[in-house]
């Protein structure tokens, strides 16, 4: 039952990407950032974002891809390991396991930006240390010699720009899902798959690890999360 769920919604998510038809926002409508100290982007956000088509000018912009205003934020923030706690913060959107009311677009976005910028989380920096911050003190500069395609000027204000893009991001996913799919049905699917495949996801490979390699003098570990590494 729940794998046909998935096929059906799957195939819902394809048809809205490449046919949205009148489904297509063509105006994303801007929120200003909490005050953090970071350079103003009202300019960018009006003559860069503001007017963009959120599928065909937006989701499928390669170049939003090449400069990591997408990523890196993503990266960062999307699942939050944190001490004293088996669970791990994640940030409000539909690609993690997220798993509170995400049925509107406002109820997300109190809680995106109460995640960003008000919640403090305590993340694990050996053994025995950690660090209290907000996500949004996570985030690091997208550098343009990493990266050629982002411009001078995004790259000195690749911190306010990278957030804002990973917030219409994510906004365009929750109003995608409550368009395509009845709220209470994306979001128990969405529950069953993160229980089944996601939060036993450490103690399977730990456990794999142990069975198989326990032998081993070396195992090669590639792009982890930080709970195989501290």
Not at 33 to 55: H, Q, S
Not at 154 to 177: K, N, W, Y
Not at 182 to 200: A, D, H, I, S
């Amino acid at each position: 039952m729940m794998i046909h769920g998935m096929k059906r919604s799957w195939v819902d998510v394809e048809k809205f990407l490449e046919e949205p038809g009148e489904k297509e926002i063509r105006k994303v409508e801007g929120q200003k950032m909490a005050e953090v100290g970071w350079p103003d982007i009202t300019d960018y956000w009006k003559n860069e974002l503001k007017n963009r088509k959120i599928i065909s000018e937006f989701m499928k912009d390669p170049l939003l891809g090449s400069k990591r205003l997408i990523s890196m934020p993503d990266r960062v923030t999307n699942t939050i390991n944190v001490v004293d706690s088996d669970e791990p913060v994640c940030r409000p959107t539909v690609i993690n396991m997220y798993s509170e009311d995400l049925s509107n677009l406002d109820t997300w976005f109190d809680k995106w930006t109460s995640f960003m910028f008000k919640n403090s989380v305590r993340i694990p920096i050996s053994e025995t240390e950690f660090e209290e911050t907000v996500p949004y003190k996570m985030l690091q500069p997208i550098s343009k010699a990493k990266y050629p395609d982002i411009t001078e000027d995004e790259a000195a204000r690749s911190l306010p720009i990278q957030t804002l893009c990973g917030a219409i991001f994510d906004a365009i996913l929750v109003h995608m899902m409550n368009t395509i799919v009845e709220p209470p049905v994306w979001q128990g699917l969405k529950k069953k798959m993160v229980e089944n495949l996601n939060k036993q996801k450490v103690p399977h490979t730990v456990e794999i690890l142990k069975r198989s390699y326990s032998g081993s003098d070396i195992i090669a570990l590639q792009e982890v999360s930080s709970s195989f590494v501290i």
